[in-house]
């Protein structure tokens, strides 16, 4: 069986296909990459981070192809998709240049004892990622992983299979399947997948938790979130700041997980919010085909897509809400959408509530701080969140009281960003991190091997029955 991807701006044009793995097939795959590990993590730390550098070399050698690719299979515009391409060649060499560093323990021999701790590789990995940021999210966990030793099997969301799979031809150690959920199923539960990470959707990140526990196999889950952006009552954004916050909200049409979902203005400064808002989206925003370098915002995924969120616009609207659209979708076929704000939605519309995940966001106003705060984190989700303030000491002490892994000062989304700085969600948008030190220590499992003083030549031994001193 072969996967077809459609292009979301013209859905009768096949963009590509790709060859399904059924989940009978995964075992012998993950055998191969189980020999793979073996071969993979003999080799030098430093031979293992040259092959990053020379995939993130070949990734930006051929970005600008595969830039157009992924915009025709996602629907992103080509900018945002060479720029996507560019930062994971980027992480490649943040990865290569201090992966070495990280992963490398200095033991102790003393009078105490000798103590030699050694960061191991856990062998197979599976990743498995969304498609919305295919390139970048597979590199995040391709990276570290093979640094460390590992070897991956990538399972890539059938809604982008065809960028990733050519990008991950350019690693070792790595193998490409693609599938369903049943796939997934079989991937994750195999005895021999020693780590899982994903990203994508909270409902497939519990199926994958739970089938990971069943097999006591350990995972990293990046899931959603409905991000809060809170605007203290000194906020002073300039014409540009309010084209990265349009942005920081319709970027890949909504369709990413830390993008401000919800933004919270005091209720006296709101008209000129607004009028500002609707004046940067006015000159920012260019709906149409992905592959136009002018675009800044393609269509969203799937049909599905399209109508989800064109459902919850409506609610909105009938629970009292003023939408705003504040662009205009050309006239196709495609799953073309207006992104639209939604003035005076009440806090339990769905609008709000849920991740919309779509080009529409609510603008809610706030008293003070301590109503915002609580309004704020009254979510299940807790990926990210940003506080816009003049006084950053003030923005600070606000950020420190929201329930979220990342809080962004004065900015949010992909602007926001630091390869020095973990990410990753409370509650329920999952646990561990990606980035920085702590997204590469995710792959590796410290073993230790310990000659107490006692019994090394000369020592005074302890009785049988003896605890440590």
């Known amino acids: 069986m072969r996967i077809e991807r459609e292009n979301p701006a013209h859905p009768r044009e096949i963009v590509g296909t790709v060859n399904q793995t059924p989940p009978e097939a995964v075992d012998a795959a993950v055998r191969n990459a189980h020999r ?9 730390v430093a031979a293992r981070l040259a092959a990053l550098g020379r995939a993130a070399d070949a990734l930006d050698a051929g970005k600008v192809e595969l830039a157009v690719l992924l915009a025709r299979e996602s629907g992103k515009p080509v900018s945002d998709c060479r720029g996507e391409i560019g930062f994971a060649a980027t992480y490649l060499r943040w990865v290569r240049d201090h992966a070495a560093e990280v992963l490398h323990l200095h033991g102790t021999d003393d009078a105490q004892g000798r103590i030699t701790p050694v960061r191991r590789a856990f062998g197979v990995v599976a990743a498995i990622t969304p498609w919305n940021a295919p390139i970048i999210l597979s590199m995040l966990k391709l990276g570290p992983a093979l640094a460390a030793g590992n070897a991956v099997i990538l399972k890539p969301s059938p809604l982008a299979p065809l960028t990733v799979s050519a990008a991950a031809e350019l690693l070792p150690a790595t193998t490409v399947l693609h599938g369903g959920a049943d796939t997934g199923r079989a991937l994750v539960t195999h005895p021999l997948v020693r780590k899982v990470a994903f990203t994508g959707g909270e409902q497939a990140g519990r199926a994958i938790a739970a089938a990971a526990g069943g097999a006591l196999t350990p995972i990293l889950l990046e899931l959603g979130g409905n991000d809060p952006a809170i605007f203290l009552d000194d906020f002073a954004l300039t014409p540009n700041d309010f084209e990265r916050l349009v942005l920081a909200s319709f970027a890949t049409a909504g369709q990413v997980c830390m993008a401000a979902k919800r933004l919270y203005v005091p209720e006296t400064r709101i008209t000129e919010f607004v009028e500002s808002y609707i004046a940067a989206a006015q000159r920012i925003l ?7 370098g002018n675009t800044t915002m393609g269509p969203v995924v799937t049909r599905i897509a399209a109508e989800r969120v064109s459902g919850l616009v409506t609610d909105a609207e009938t629970r009292g809400a003023r939408i705003i659209p504040l662009a205009s979708a050309p006239p196709s076929d495609g799953y073309f959408l207006d992104p639209i704000l939604a003035l005076g939605a009440p806090d339990d519309a769905d609008l709000v509530r849920l991740e919309q995940f779509g080009p529409a966001v609510p603008i809610l106003t706030y008293r003070d701080e301590t109503e915002v705060l609580t309004r704020a984190n009254d979510s299940e989700l807790g990926l990210a ?10 923005a600070f002490s606000v950020a420190a009281r929201i329930e979220a892994g990342f809080t962004f000062i004065n900015t949010h989304n992909r602007t926001g960003m630091s390869l020095h700085a973990p990410f990753g969600g409370t509650k329920n948008s999952g646990f561990g991190r990606e980035y920085a030190e702590e997204g590469l220590l995710e792959y590796v499992q410290t073993t230790v091997t310990h000659a107490p003083a006692a019994f090394r030549a000369g020592g005074a031994g302890l009785p049988a029955g003896a605890y440590p001193g």
């Open 385 to 394: 969140a940003s506080v816009w303030s003049a006084d950053e000491e003030h």
């Open 36 to 44: 793979d590990f073996h071969e993979w993590s003999r080799q030098p």
């Open 286 to 292: 260019t709906v149409g085909e992905p592959t136009d």
